[in-house]
Each structure stands twice: as structure tokens, then as C-alpha cells.
């Protein structure tokens, strides 16, 4: 089989990807029809290119994945110049949370379709959440008087460059549908402290930065606005839901919701 450039930026996608995508994601990032993709994956999964689960495991997913097989990430690692058995790479995905990934991607694709159809905005930086579990960081914030360690692991890190702006962006992926009223010891005083945090200047060198929160009803987003309120998160956390994101909506439509505001906003909205 030989491989061509448009295979060798799938395989290239899957890893950039935290080393997994979707069949209807591989499909809407480089082919034109289903039947385009179903037979390139095929050959690809044929040749040991790719791997996808079987039939037992694909009865428990929500959709057909792929992920690097050991023929795939020789590729990879050549094009990084790096030996096999030095390169890490994903070599299964992690089951018990598949779906979470998956909305993960669609994010991130949805936000790159956007930047690819505006002039003057660029998707300057994407840090998957495989590099934060790897080398989290460790802050210290208060809640109740009391101390509290946690490591920050962010669903993933980007920066946009809108000209003579460079916005930063910590992402929160929730697929909870019941109310959390832990929300804001675990996610909202935890996030701010991060910002605010040595360890944050360090990683990236800046202190600013905003929280994306993306929920699945507004019940529940509501819930989470309402602590934010009480952990004074103003202009830091932004909240919307999964079925306003699209890449049409995610920078410029008003779908994002702040306490600070009485209305939502845009992604990109600046004050």
C-alpha cells in the first residue's frame, strides 16, 4: 500500500488529536462523502496504519473510532525524527471515557473550521489534556477557611490571535446532566487560583486566561453560573452548552454566558 500525503495527515490528526478520532470526524476534517472515507480508513486499518475497536467494544461506543496502530506511529515518529521505542503515542483508547473525548474533538474542530473561515484569527496553540495529566500543575486555594492541593487538568489549552490580541483559553468539557454542588470548591475556586497562580506564569509565561465551560442543558449551566457568582468569577469563566456550539457560533455568536453579564456573549468579545 502507498501511503498518501492526505493518509499521512489523517494519521498525523489522530495524534494530534490526544490519539484518537471519529470516523465522522476523520470524515468531515479530509473527505467530501462517506464512501471516500470508509474506504481509505479500511485500507489504512487493513495495512496497520490505524486501529479501531471490535465488534464487542464497538457495541459500547457511541461511534466508530480510530486510533494509531504500530505501523501509523512509525510514521509519526519518523516525521518527528524520533526512534519508536522513544515516541509515546496512544496505544488504546481510554474506555471509560470516550465519549468525553469525542466531544473534546468536536470542540477543537469546530473552533479550527472557524479560524480556517475568518481572516485575522488564528488558532495559535493547542495543548491537549494528555499533557496536563502527564505533568499537571499543583496549586493551593482556600475554601471554607480551609487549604486545599489539587492538580489542574484541563480538557485542553489554546490561544487566538486576532490581530493585535493574543487570548488565552483553559477548556472544561462537563457531560454530567445532574446539578453539581460541588461546582465551585471543585472547578470555580481551583480555576481562579490556577490563573492567579505561579505555576500558570511558568507554563505559559502570561498571567491571563479564561475558563470555557461547555455543559449539556442550561439547567445545569445555570447551576454552575449561580456558584461562579459566589466565587466572584467575573469575565473569567464563560458557559454555554453543546448544542449552541457549531463552528458557525463558537467565536462570534452570543452563546457564551458570564455572571458579569446580563445577556451571553461571543467568544471574542473583549472589555
Not at 21 to 49: G, N, P, V, W
Amino acid at each position: 500500500m502507498r501511503l498518501t500525503e492526505r493518509d499521512q495527515h489523517i494519521l498525523e490528526a489522530i495524534h494530534a488529536f490526544d490519539g484518537m478520532l471519529s470516523f465522522s470526524q476523520i470524515q468531515r476534517k479530509f473527505f467530501t462523502s462517506k464512501s471516500q472515507a470508509e474506504t481509505r480508513l479500511k485500507f489504512l486499518y487493513q495495512h496497520r496504519y490505524v486501529n479501531r475497536p471490535n465488534l464487542e467494544q464497538r457495541r459500547r461506543l457511541p461511534a466508530m473510532i480510530y486510533w494509531l496502530d504500530r505501523r501509523g506511529a512509525e510514521i509519526i515518529a519518523s516525521l518527528n525524527s524520533i526512534p519508536l521505542q522513544e515516541f509515546t503515542w496512544r496505544k488504546e483508547p481510554r474506555w471509560f471515557q470516550v465519549e468525553h473525548d469525542l466531544a473534546i474533538n468536536d470542540f477543537r474542530i469546530d473552533l479550527e473550521a472557524s479560524c480556517q473561515s475568518e481572516s485575522g484569527i488564528t488558532l495559535e496553540t493547542w495543548i491537549p489534556e494528555s499533557e496536563f495529566w502527564a505533568y499537571p500543575d499543583k496549586i493551593i486555594y482556600t475554601y471554607n477557611s480551609n487549604q486545599i492541593k489539587r492538580n489542574i487538568r484541563p480538557d485542553g489549552f489554546f490561544t487566538l490571535t486576532t490581530g493585535e490580541h493574543r487570548l488565552r483559553y483553559l477548556l472544561e468539557i462537563d457531560r454530567s446532566t445532574e446539578d453539581n454542588p460541588r461546582f465551585l470548591r471543585e472547578k470555580i475556586l481551583p480555576g481562579l487560583a490556577y490563573l492567579k497562580s505561579k505555576a500558570y506564569e511558568e507554563r505559559f509565561n502570561y498571567r491571563s486566561g479564561r475558563w470555557l465551560v461547555v455543559t449539556t442543558g442550561m439547567r445545569r449551566m445555570q447551576n454552575m453560573l449561580s456558584q461562579a457568582r459566589k466565587g466572584e468569577a467575573k469575565g473569567l469563566f464563560y458557559f454555554t452548552t453543546f448544542e449552541k456550539i457549531n463552528s458557525h457560533t463558537i467565536l462570534h455568536a452570543p452563546i457564551w454566558y458570564r455572571i458579569d453579564r446580563v445577556e451571553p456573549v461571543p467568544l471574542l468579545f473583549l472589555d
